[in-house]
């Protein structure tokens, strides 16, 4: 994706803060209605130098999430420090998504037993399973996030299985700089 996507798909997201429907809808109703001349705008978090899309209220198995990810331009998240996962933590405690789990690129799937990021192609440096995670209780080859009332941790599963998910760009540091502007400048004109 080039920086000039990123910055216009950016000020989309600020100039339209687009929200969520309130219902929930099938990867099927979003892959039917597809209208390639008019790809929607998602509304992006930007952290660090990710940005994030939060999935909601579509659910989908890991393979679909992939696809609605690079449909967007964009990748399934990765997570690679601690610093992120609290991020990502506090965001989801903001959603008020508890309980259901959330796709992340996480897998084993290219050898059946190295967990690498399919987002990045690199291992899992960090992690955060929870107790007695990962444990492939039902052929489960990928990871995801998953808020309970305590704590905010990792669990393997079934990749078939349906679940919300995350999708994630990284800034260059010029696109980073870019942005920040836009910010600044959106705040300035109060928009
Ligand atoms: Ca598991």
Redesign the pocket.
């Known amino acids: 994706m080039s920086c000039l996507y990123l910055v216009l798909l950016t000020l989309s997201a600020i100039i339209f803060c687009e929200t969520s429907p309130n219902r929930t809808i099938t990867f099927e109703d979003w892959f039917n209605n597809l209208n390639e001349e008019e790809i929607p705008s998602l509304q992006l978090v930007h952290h660090g130098q990710k940005s994030y899309y939060f999935e909601i209220v579509l659910k989908a198995n890991y393979y679909q999430a992939l696809q609605f990810c690079r449909y967007h331009g964009m990748q399934l998240l990765s997570i690679t420090s601690n610093e992120e996962n609290e991020f990502l933590q506090s965001e989801i405690v903001k959603s008020g998504i508890v309980d259901p789990a959330l796709w992340t690129s996480g897998t084993k799937m290219p050898d059946g037993t190295q967990w690498i990021w399919m987002s990045t192609g690199r291992p899992l440096i960090y992690t955060n399973w929870g107790i007695g ?5 039902q052929n ?1 080859q990928c990871i995801s996030v998953r808020l309970t009332k305590q704590f905010f941790t990792w ?3 079934n990749c078939g299985s349906q679940s919300y998910f995350i999708c994630e760009n990284t800034w260059s540091k010029s696109c980073q700089d870019m942005l920040e502007d836009i910010k600044r400048t959106s705040i300035d004109q109060g928009d």
């Open positions: 995670e990962p444990n492939n209780a489960e669990n393997d599963l």
